[in-house]
């Protein structure tokens, strides 16, 4: 099956891949592990429970109401990407740049969000409970 991630600005097609039982997460995890730039890219309501994104440029990206637990986002550029209620319970920030995204509603509970950077992050009724924020920047920097 081919899966295809597209641009939600755009409509351009970022990536597309295709296999047996393919499914989002694969298809990301694939494009991640090419170096495939996916600004902007349109994953909202996308199931990608324990998917390996660690590194990935997502900045933009839409991931309102998407299903991350346990996902892996260490390292990942996520500037201004819009993870409105989006479930995050359990995944991994660790070192991620959270800059200017849109944590309003989403669910983080028990999430890494080890030396993140969150300044001018907007995170209106989201749920932090057990999120760790060891050496996490708030600040500009």
């Known amino acids: 099956m081919k899966i295809a991630i597209v641009s939600y600005d755009t409509g351009e097609t970022l990536f597309e891949y295709e ?13 991640v592990a090419a ?3 996916l600004e902007a ?17 997502l900045k933009r990206a839409n991931f309102a109401e998407a299903y991350l637990e346990v996902t892996d986002l260490s390292g990942a550029v ?21 800059r200017n995204a849109d944590l309003r509603g ?26 760790d924020f060891d050496g996490a920047k708030w600040n500009k920097q």
Do not use: H, M, P
């Open 35 to 37: 170096g495939i730039n």
């Open 106 to 131: 989403a669910d983080l509970r028990g999430a890494n969000l080890k030396d993140a950077r969150l300044s001018g992050t907007e995170i209106r009724r989201a749920r932090f409970l057990g999120a």
């Open 41 to 57: 890219a349109d994953l909202s309501r996308a199931y990608l429970a324990g998917a390996s994104l660690a590194g990935a440029n």
């Open 78 to 98: 996520l500037t201004e990407a819009n993870l409105a209620g989006a479930v995050l319970q359990w995944a991994i920030f660790e070192g991620a740049d959270l």
């Open 19 to 31: 296999e047996e039982n393919n499914t989002i997460s694969r298809t990301l995890e694939v494009a």
